[in-house]
């Protein structure tokens, strides 16, 4: 997850509308979609729009997670930060399981991450993925698993020597330039470990989504000297003639073989990617195509990391917004905030003020593409500096329910019937396995519903004088029509 990025871009001189904006010339042949995201209204009555409400939660140097190296206190330290997001009622967290070439749970193909222990390959004696799982699923919000699929280790300069490889990896699989180490994204070879990663963890772990964000071919403002992949074009570049267009296609078969995984060993499982901001970045310097990973159906939710402020010079959040919801392709979007830069002495005049997440957050609820956003990054949150975490109290006050993404897997939920209130107690029929209920409250009829609460059982305790519906919800975050409507008086 990069925090800072300064990219070269060209602006439009016309005026750019928040919900549309031309297509960029760097990208040929994709032509964008007009579609609406697929979560149509399931009633005439107004309910409110679903949103994911997502942290990242970074381990790679302890940024979020743990800063201690002793089980008790860094599991207490995460329910900590459970306890907070479920307080400000997020309901997914997006922790980073894989982000070195290693792993947080015990992998046949990485060593453990010496974040844990402080000791690269170091057993941490619990099994600290599923202990973070369990956490989460106990209190209602969804565990994504973040990996970065290329990066090894890092260094700052050629000094010091990278760590050795677990026994696993084949020295000719990796690629040592000045600043980081890397899986060759050429090799064939590889593109099948990152598969094998990826069946291991989502086969033996319960996880919601599988994440990754912008770490593909390195930037080479931040790698230092490049080793050159002159060599491996020559040998595998095949009917290629061009080498940017050969790194794309590398990625892309590893994006495409990756989705593939998840949808034969786990379909319910959601693929999530988060893009830097500028999509001309991704596609000429980290060889990233999204909008063609997005119309080919390959990924599940985008989360472009949109940390400029509005109106920035070079990269404006609003430009960003426009676009990437314009080449959304198949995917749902999910926005992803600089909450880290509010309150920091080099986060810059905007981000000095807690009305610039509100105006970020107008943006992204009145575009009609949208449906979230994911916070950068957790220890943020806590730190709640200018009170920027009081406002996002604020943004977040009413509960709300979580879009449907990916594939549908579980039996499509039937509406409740025979809702009816006796006295406070409301009521109605409604089965099903792995179903649970939603109920709505509305002031009047032609007003927009609340979300009362969500519920496995047949029942709900409501006070306020008004109407309510229940609708019932699968796993998978498919809601039914809503029952019958019966006023309260």
């Known amino acids: 997850m990069k925090k800072i990025s300064i990219y070269a871009l060209i602006l439009f001189a016309s005026t ?93 193909y990485e060593p453990w991450s010496g974040n844990i222990t402080g000791t690269r390959g170091k057993d941490p004696g619990y099994d600290v993925l599923k202990f973070m799982l369990d956490e989460a699923h106990s209190r209602g919000i969804e565990f994504h698993a973040w990996i970065n699929p290329y990066r090894i280790a890092t260094r700052a300069s050629t000094a010091t020597a990278y760590p050795t490889l677990h026994s696993s990896v084949p020295a000719n699989w990796v690629v040592d330039h000045e600043k980081i180490q890397i899986y060759n994204p050429a090799l ?40 050159s992949d002159d060599d491996d074009f020559n040998k595998l570049k095949g009917t290629f003639t ?85 080449f959304r392709g198949k995917a749902q979007v999910v926005i992803g905030h600089g909450y880290y830069k509010f309150g920091a002495a080099d986060g810059g005049a905007k981000f000095q003020n807690v009305q610039e997440l509100v105006n970020q957050f107008n943006l992204v609820r009145n575009n009609r593409y949208t449906v979230g956003s994911a916070i950068y990054s957790s220890r943020d949150i806590l730190a709640n500096r200018i009170g920027i975490t009081n406002k996002l109290a604020e943004l977040y006050a009413k509960d709300v329910l979580m879009p449907f993404a990916g594939r549908e897997v579980a039996t499509v939920p039937v509406a409740p019937t025979n809702a009816k209130l006796i006295g406070n107690e409301l009521s109605w029929t409604g089965s099903g396995s792995n179903i649970r209920f939603a109920v709505y409250y509305f002031s009047s009829l032609t007003a927009e519903g609340e979300l009362v609460g969500v519920t496995s059982s047949n029942k709900m305790t409501v006070t306020k004088n008004g109407h309510y519906c229940v609708t019932a919800l699968n796993v998978d975050h498919v809601e039914s029509k809503a029952s019958n409507t019966i006023e309260k008086k």
Request: net charge neutral; proline share 8%.
């Open 16 to 108: 750019l509308l928040f919900n549309a904006c031309s297509k960029d010339s760097d990208t040929p042949g994709v032509t964008p979609d007009p579609t609406p995201s697929p979560n149509p209204p399931t009633t005439e009555l107004k309910l409110p729009r679903k949103e994911m409400r997502a942290a990242w939660v970074a381990t790679v140097w302890g940024i979020d997670w743990p800063t201690s190296k002793e089980m008790a206190a860094q599991k207490k330290q995460y329910t900590d930060l459970l306890d907070r997001l479920k307080q400000l009622k997020f309901n997914a967290v997006i922790v980073q399981v894989r982000g070195m070439g290693d792993a947080f749970y015990n992998s046949p």
């Open 188 to 227: 064939p070879e590889v593109r099948q470990r990152l598969s094998d990663i990826v069946k291991d963890l989502i086969t033996k772990y319960n996880v919601d989504g599988l994440h990754m964000d912008d770490y593909f071919y390195p930037d080479p403002s931040s790698a230092g000297t490049m080793k």
């Open 242 to 326: 061009d080498k940017n267009a050969w790194r794309r296609d590398n990625v892309d078969k590893a994006i495409e073989l990756i989705f593939n995984t998840i949808k034969t060993h786990k379909p319910e499982v959601v693929f999530s990617i988060s893009p830097a901001a500028s999509r001309s970045y991704n596609y000429n310097t980290l060889y990233a195509d999204l909008p063609k990973w997005t119309q080919a159906g390959w990924v599940d939710i985008l989360i472009p990391q949109l940390y400029q402020e509005i109106g920035n010079s070079s990269n404006p959040f609003e430009r960003n917004l426009a676009d990437w919801t314009q």
